[in-house]
């Protein structure tokens, strides 16, 4: 496995992150005073990529950046992480940031702010699919219109390219975006707002009741416990996460999802695809960031070793 290095595109979104740590978050109309700050690197799609490219895979960034310092940054930031950015596009305005708070256990709130993410179009997209030969994944999310994911994901389908949804932050999908999606994969949160009931992933019938549902692949994040997918039989699997001091969530289900396209697109099982994703979202929560919480390209190998290995 260390020789194969499958082709990922990632059609979605750059953001950079504010991070504020602190041990108490103010409530409405309340001033408190704040730990450490830092600037930071992320957007789901940014973040999918960098995990991805951080186990060896070559990535394509798909996105649109706002013609601010912020988008020269982020595009030397993906040169430096060794991501092609060739099919990122500029526009007048602002990149997306995200304002994130971070509590002392580790639980983060985020706001998405998506500036020239809201600029990318469906023919960028389709263009962006058609124009490559060797893709073996194609991962989009919700910080970037919906249309511009179901274009990315109609142009995958058709050439018989694996698509993978992260449907976060939560929305409700557009129907056609569920029909070109191979793999949906949410967190609990997310899993909630789409279950017709609003119920969380508490057992596998529920799991697979929303599965059956949306009529496609499926797998949930489930923080400490793991995740969950359904396999080709129809029956719910379920994978352990490795036990771990958290410190900072922040990215834990970007990491997954990043790390389980590249085991599909690696010719991993379903099951190992799920492992590797697990090991790496439990690794990135035991230091502070998102892309930089991330295993280094050695440390990635050496995950992925361990799942190669049983």
Sequence with gaps: MAKIEPTVMVVGSTMIDM?????KIPNAGETVIGDT????????????????????????MVNTLGDDVFGDTTVKNFESQGINTSL?????G??????????????????CVPGANNEMTPEQAQSAVEGL????????????PQEVTIAAFSAARKRGITTILNPAPFAPLDERLIRV???????????????????????????????????????????????????NSGTISRVRAPKVNAIDTTGAGDAFVGAFAFGLASG????????????????????????????????AKSLLAQVANG
């Design 37 to 60: 700050f830092a600037l930071g690197f992320g957007g789901k799609g940014a973040n999918q990529a960098v995990m991805a490219r951080r186990l060896g895979a070559t990535v394509f």
């Design 181 to 231: 999606s191979d793999w949906i994969i949410p967190n609990e949160t997310e899993f909630a707002g789409m279950h017709p009931r609003g119920l969380r992933p508490d057992s596998d019938s529920i799991i697979k009741e929303l599965s059956d549902q949306l009529g496609c692949r499926f797998a949930v994040t489930l923080g400490e416990n793991g995740a969950a997918y359904c396999d």
């Design 133 to 144: 030969a060797e893709i073996k994944v194609v991962i989009g999310q919700l910080e970037i």
């Design 19 to 23: 991070i504020t740590y602190s041990k």
């Design 268 to 299: 991993l099982s379903d099951q190992m695809a799920a492992e590797l994703g697990c090991i790496c979202a439990s690794d990135s929560v035991t230091r502070l960031g998102t892309q930089s919480s991330y295993p280094t390209p050695d440390q």
């Design 88 to 92: 990122i596009s500029r526009v007048a």
């Design 94 to 111: 602002a990149s997306g940031v995200a304002p994130i708070w971070v509590e002392p256990n580790g639980t983060n709130r985020i706001i």
